[in-house]
């Protein structure tokens, strides 16, 4: 089955640098990639997705890329704000849109 | 208005017993999951159901039986609780090919 790994688990930045969160999945099926944000005590939000014909979409603060050869895909914050921190979750979907979550990136701006 | 909504949000209980977690989503979705996240964060697909057909069922004892007894509502009830059976459960909905909105959770305690 498919397996997706992310890196950092933790990672603090000051207030106004960028955030960037990587992971990489196995299963060459996979043709969807989301980005959750999951904040304390409540359920994740899906906050921006990535198809494998893109290789790269932006929307205001957030971008995602994704590298379909290499299996890696991308998540970048810039100017972050201390309402970014939450915990992140990419994620991979394939056959059957069977959804593979990561572990899961603690994100941490500090103002 | 919430978009899709569990109850109970908290269930406490001893092993052994029986217990049910209700969702609804009002948004017209005809797809609906179970998630379960355990102390370490990790979520991980249990069912998915689209228009009250099960299409996803994971590696899940049969002691967890999913009902949907229509497009805007899918159940989840668990038989026999063991220690194990504790995390936060999320249901969520989806017009797209992974989840959209998840539920606010329902944190499940077994003693």
């Known amino acids: 089955g498919e397996n997706v790994e992310q890196h950092p688990s933790t990672l603090s930045v000051q207030e106004g640098d960028s955030a960037v969160i990587k992971c990489t999945y196995s299963d060459s099926a996979s043709n969807y990639f989301p980005w959750y944000k999951q904040e304390l005590g409540k359920g994740p939000q899906l906050i921006i997705d990535?198809?494998?014909?893109?290789g790269e979409k932006k929307d205001q603060r957030i971008a995602v890329t994704l590298n379909k050869t290499a299996k890696h895909f991308s998540l970048h914050i810039t100017e972050t704000q201390p309402e970014d921190s939450a915990v992140y979750f990419c994620?991979?979907?394939?056959?059957?849109?069977?959804?593979?979550f990561g572990t899961g990136t603690k994100l941490q701006v500090i103002p | 208005d919430t978009a899709v909504s569990q109850t109970p949000k908290y269930l406490v209980t001893q092993m052994g017993n029986d217990k049910s977690i209700k969702c609804e989503q009002n948004l017209g979705h005809d797809t609906m999951y179970w998630y379960k996240q355990d102390s370490k964060k990790f979520l991980k697909i249990m069912f998915s159901?689209?228009?009250?057909?099960?299409?996803i069922n994971e590696t899940v004892p049969n002691r967890f039986s999913p009902k949907s007894p229509d497009k805007a509502h899918l159940n989840l009830h668990i038989n026999s609780l063991e220690l194990g059976d504790s995390a936060v459960y999320f249901c969520?909905?989806?017009?797209?090919?992974?989840?959209?909105?998840f539920g606010p959770g329902t944190r499940l305690t077994v003693l």
């Open positions: 159901y689209n228009n009250k057909e099960l299409i």
């Open positions: 994620a991979a979907s394939g056959v059957y849109q069977k959804v593979t």
């Open positions: 990535i198809r494998s014909n893109v």
């Open positions: 969520a909905s989806s017009s797209l090919a992974v989840p959209e909105f």
